[in-house]
């Protein structure tokens, strides 16, 4: 299925085997759906709910929402928040200039996750058992972690690496201007 428009306001539910939408300004909400999704907005929330396969989604100004997803993740805003509720992915991209990334989900085995911010914060819940090789990096914020770490590498400012677990899979986060609080999850 491949919508595009200037105004539209996009809603697509149950689908099977892929959505493409391009719209300059209105919201797009996909859900219930298998298969690829990929999802350009100039101007509107994207919002894409219990979907299985690969997401791409971005948005130039306004925020991105994806909950109960499986499958690979490639997120962005310009001036929105990145929300990953329940995303199970094994790769996965976010990337926001000006707003929060909040990712809440399992890690995989052998997984790669990159999240990068450089105006606000960046929230990440993870599993209490999780194997992660990580990477942190902030120019001008602060670091919390509910998970006890032995820092492995100090790189000068505000750049380190720790080991959670078997270091199985691996996160970067990078955020220039803003907080990262790294959680356990509930």
Do not use: C, W
Not at 63 to 84: A, N
Not at 108 to 136: F, N, T
């Amino acid at each position: 299925l491949q919508i595009g428009g200037r105004e539209v306001e996009v809603s697509v539910s149950q689908v099977e085997g892929g959505v493409s939408v391009r719209n300059v300004e209105g919201d797009i909400d996909v859900s219930a759906s298998r298969g690829p999704v990929r999802i350009r907005s100039v101007d509107g929330e994207v919002r894409v709910t219990d979907v299985e396969g690969r997401v791409e989604a971005r948005s130039q100004g306004d925020d991105v929402t994806l909950i109960r997803v499986v499958g690979d993740v490639d997120v962005e805003s310009g001036s929105g928040d990145l929300i990953l509720q329940d995303v199970d992915a094994g790769l996965l991209r976010a990337e926001t200039l000006d707003g929060d990334v909040r990712f809440d989900g399992p890690i995989r085995r052998s997984g790669r996750y990159e999240i990068s911010v450089h105006d606000g914060d960046a929230m990440v819940a993870i599993p209490r058992e999780a194997g992660l090789a990580m990477e942190v990096a902030t120019f001008d914020g602060e670091f919390m972690s509910e998970f006890p770490i032995m820092l492995q590498r100090y790189r000068g400012g505000r750049s380190f690496s720790f080991t959670l677990g078997d270091g199985n899979a691996s996160m970067k986060i990078q955020v220039f201007d803003g907080e990262i609080q790294l959680r356990a999850r509930r």
